[in-house]
């Protein structure tokens, strides 16, 4: 078993492990207005680089065609989270999940 020690946090206490632990962190959202998910991708782009207006929409496209998973990547993942390690990263927009789920639910019933 790890040995476990606290740390305190402001006014509460914080439960630190010894040992390394993996987790699955999973985000669901529905993005409502691509303009505005636009515009914030690439005010971060602009304000956290040294990228020109031409170099941030070839990374998430034009304002008025974005990549929307491009976009949702700047947005959602910071560079780093401090004390962790990223070991995998993945975005799909569901229909693409649910396809997947029903072609492999074809295949077993074939």
Not at 53 to 77: R, T
Request: proline share 5%; with cysteine; charged share 25%.
């Amino acid at each position: 078993m790890a040995e476990k020690s606290y740390r305190g946090l402001d006014s509460g206490n914080v439960q630190v492990s010894g040992a390394q632990q993996e987790y699955w962190f999973s985000l669901r959202l529905r993005v409502d207005s691509a303009a505005q998910l636009w515009q914030a991708a690439a005010l971060r782009c602009l304000s956290q680089s040294d990228l020109s207006q031409d170099e941030v929409e070839d990374l998430i496209g034009p304002a008025g065609d974005p990549s929307i998973a491009d976009c949702l990547m700047i947005l959602a993942l910071p560079e780093r989270l401090p004390g962790c390690t990223r070991l995998d990263t993945a975005l799909q927009p569901v229909q693409l999940l649910q396809e997947e789920r029903e072609a492999c639910e074809a295949l077993g019933r074939g």
